[in-house]
């Protein structure tokens, strides 16, 4: 019995899924799961747009959980995955603007308004802890 690559892809990237899931965050999958959350969501939101890629895996997510380690935390955390939840995708980065599409990418929304935006290459050229640094310094400032 053959794997199909639409399972085979699934299979992949179930962990990287996970590794959000595991820590609080909420998936949404498809616009409509979007639409029901973001725009109307009370209080503090972090919105991770998730992807498949290194620097993701090494620097977003990792940098993503250790923030959540401090004491002033967002009230919500939600993921879309780039590539994977194209859709559901695309509908996240409608709140985002002005910024231009990008994964990995970190928002921090107050009340239906995006505050705060990590674009790919703020991750990129940085480690997880400076990561981490960033989102604490905006929960300081804005998840009181």
């Not at 725009?39 to 890629?53: E, I, Y």
């Not at 409608?94 to 231009?100: K, R, S, V």
Request: glycine letters at 4%; proline letters at 6%; charged letters at 25%.
């Amino acid at each position: 019995m053959s794997m199909s690559f639409e399972q085979y892809m699934r299979d992949m990237v179930q962990p990287m899924r996970d590794e959000l899931t595991n820590i609080g965050f909420k998936e949404l999958r498809t616009p409509e799961e979007v639409e029901a959350n973001l725009p109307n969501v009370k209080g503090t939101a972090l919105v991770v747009v998730n992807s498949v890629c290194g620097c993701a895996a090494g620097l977003a997510r990792p940098g993503v959980a250790k923030a959540l380690q401090h004491d002033i935390v967002p009230d919500h955390l939600f993921t879309v995955f780039a590539g994977q939840d194209k859709e559901a995708t695309a509908k996240a980065r409608e709140y985002f603007a002005p910024y231009p599409p990008s994964s990995p990418s970190i928002a921090l929304m107050k009340d239906g308004e995006l505050v705060h935006f990590i674009e790919r290459h703020q991750v990129e050229n940085r480690s997880a802890e400076e990561i981490a640094a960033d989102l604490t310094s905006a929960f300081d400032r804005l998840c009181r």
